[in-house]
């Protein structure tokens, strides 16, 4: 059971997309020892049926309320999206296919800037990891009663140096970036809840492996700037450690 978390006997609700994933995961082994934690993963979604996120909405009970909402992955909201995830688009499988086995074909598929195929391919990657994530938010606006945590990547803050800045990085740090910018205009119409933008740091996951920072110290000082967050700063974009970035 869900238990809106407005008294002393009943813990508060938080709300973690991603759950199956490194980041979502150690969000939701932080918060489930002092809330109620509903997750969502990717890999239960019922696409055949319809949108899941809307069926997800309607489903909840009235009086179900979050305290926060913690966007830490990709939310699908359109019927279509698993063709480009899943690669069952017919324009597009042969790009999903084996990119494990073929980092080099990948990149220069990805490269590839005179191949039509790729603006499909890249705007689909958009409406998913972009326009669904705030058109979940959207619907889900009148049961949020607190914080809105936008985890974004340290990815569309990054700096490439000329040789190495191709088109695969280019749309990558946009989609963070107008993830995150999108976030600063939450903060303006929305001037009642908290609007926190993090980004994450180098971590170590499995997509990941050189990354640096423990995922857990990351994510436990997220939380503590989380838990005391101070809404003149809504909207504003820091680093896991609390610095501001912008």
């Keep these: 059971s869900i238990y809106y978390g407005d008294s002393q006997n009943h813990m508060a609700n938080i709300l973690i997309t991603g759950t199956n994933g490194t980041l979502g995961n150690a969000f939701k082994q932080h918060y489930q020892k002092s809330h109620k934690v509903m997750g969502t993963s990717r890999s239960i979604l019922d696409f055949n049926s319809g949108s899941n996120v809307d069926k997800f909405v309607s489903s909840l009970p009235e009086h179900v309320r979050f305290e926060s909402v913690i966007l830490c992955a990709a939310t699908y909201s359109f ?18 296919n084996n990119i494990a086995d073929r980092p080099d074909k990948r990149r220069e598929e990805l490269n590839d800037v005179f191949d039509p195929v790729l603006y499909d391919f890249f705007m689909n990657n958009y409406k998913v990891n972009v326009i669904s994530q705030f058109r979940f938010l959207f619907q ?13 990547s340290t990815a569309g803050l990054m700096k490439y140096s000329q040789k190495s800045f191709t088109f695969e990085h280019f749309q990558y740090k946009l989609q963070k970036s107008s993830l995150m910018m999108g976030a600063k205009c939450l903060a303006k119409f929305f001037p009642n809840l908290k609007i926190i933008i993090l980004c994450p740091g180098n ?26 967050f101070n809404i003149e700063n809504s909207g ?11």
């Design 140 to 152: 889900l606006y009148p049961k949020i009663l607190d914080k809105i945590i936008i985890i974004g």
């Design 236 to 246: 504003k974009i820091f680093n896991f450690n609390g610095d501001e970035l912008g």
């Design 203 to 228: 971590y170590k996951s499995n997509i990941n492996p050189d990354g640096t920072d423990n995922i857990y110290e990351n994510v436990s000082s997220m939380c503590n700037f989380i838990d005391n």
């Design 79 to 96: 019927p279509s999206d698993y063709n480009w995830t899943w690669g069952k688009n017919a324009g597009s499988p042969w790009r999903q």
